[in-house]
């Protein structure tokens, strides 16, 4: 599997993590979430989660208003839920 915008792919043999790693920054802000092959029961199936939690994050993200260039309170909240519950 190949990395795409805004997800990443790490598999090391050696390493104790394989899966997909979200980031995202808006307005000086960024988002990062670990999403392991182990939790979600493999690669295709950790990818669909991450994908999912992009999109939702996105929504969120692009439709928001600043508060003097930076990202409100009320969006950072929304986008810390929307991560949580993945």
């Known amino acids: ?15 104790a993590f394989e ?6 920054s808006r307005a000086g ?3 990062t979430k670990y999403f392991p092959d182990k939790k979600f ?3 295709k199936k950790s990818l669909a989660a991450a994908e999912k939690v992009l999109a939702e ?5 692009e439709g928001s208003k600043r508060v003097e260039g930076k990202l409100s309170q ?3 909240k929304k ?3 929307i991560m949580a519950d993945s």
């Not at 990395?3 to 390493?15: D, G, H, I, V």
């Not at 899966?19 to 995202?24: A, E, P, Q, V």
């Open 1 to 15: 599997m190949k990395s795409k915008r805004n997800l990443t792919r790490f598999t090391y043999e050696t390493a």
């Open 19 to 24: 899966g997909w790693r979200l980031c995202i």
């Open 29 to 31: 802000t960024n988002f």
């Open 41 to 43: 029961g493999g690669g």
């Open 57 to 61: 994050l996105k929504l969120v993200l």
């Open 74 to 76: 009320t969006t950072l």
């Open 79 to 81: 986008a810390e839920k």
